[in-house]
């Protein structure tokens, strides 16, 4: 290894200095740079202007189940759980109608504020989601949804309920629900960008689910029957 000898201690002051000087002005000119803090506010704004939500078209449901069985293995949900699953009616004419449920994503859910610890949150893009780290299961969120579309889950001991397969959605890709339906009958997207979802919503007679709780929902039906809206 070796040693540097200067002539002087003014002649080390000088070459000290300009090496302060040159590290100064390198960090001068990384702090100037926006790209690192353009990139997270953009990725937030992006977030921001999401509003997920879907559409289910009832007529084209024939209760083949295919949504429920592939949302159970996508998640992992335990038997006796459940994050969708289809009901059953029968009309005064005597026909049966398939309707399928889950949670509503709602716009003012009520399972968010009775939670004591903020384990269930809604985020900026309007997922309602619970971090499973903070929630102690004492079940105030299960009461408050007047959908019944969460569950305590034995294995982990706290609420579980669908997160719209959030995990899928930052790879890109839809629901597990939505790609299984054989007949189409879900759709899935963005309310706040032009596409198959919104069109759908705005041209076509939708109706959510207990609309008179002022949850929001932001499941739309369409040819949703009365007996599946009590």
């Known amino acids: 290894m070796s040693t540097i000898k200067y002539k002087s201690w003014r002649g080390w002051l000088d070459i000290k200095r300009r090496e302060f000087l040159k590290a100064a002005a390198t960090t001068i000119v990384v702090a100037a740079t926006p790209i690192a803090v353009t990139s997270n506010a953009q990725s937030k704004d992006s977030r921001k ?11 084209k449901c024939y209760g083949c189940m295919a949504c429920v069985v592939a949302c159970a293995g996508e998640n992992n949900v335990p038997i006796g759980g459940f994050r969708t699953w289809v009901e059953r009616h029968v009309k005064p004419d005597g026909s049966v109608i398939f309707v399928p449920k889950q949670c509503n994503h709602c716009e003012n859910a009520p399972c968010v504020h009775p939670c004591p610890t903020g384990a269930t949150f809604r985020r900026e893009d309007g997922l309602v989601l619970v971090d499973h780290d903070l929630c102690i299961g004492c079940g105030a969120c299960v009461e408050a949804c007047p959908y019944g579309a969460r569950y305590m889950n034995p294995v982990t001991g ?11 959605l930052a790879k890109g890709l839809l629901p597990a629900c939505v790609e299984a339906c054989p007949t189409g009958a879900r759709v899935f997207g963005d309310l706040e960008e032009d596409g198959e979802l919104k069109e759908l919503v705005e041209s076509q007679p939708v109706e959510v689910l207990k609309s008179w709780t002022g949850a929001e929902p932001m499941i739309f039906y369409k040819g949703l029957p009365k007996e599946a809206n009590r």
């Open 49 to 59: 202007r999401k509003r997920y939500a879907m559409y289910i078209d009832v007529s």
């Open 158 to 168: 706290t609420v579980d309920k669908c997160t719209f397969c959030d995990h899928r």
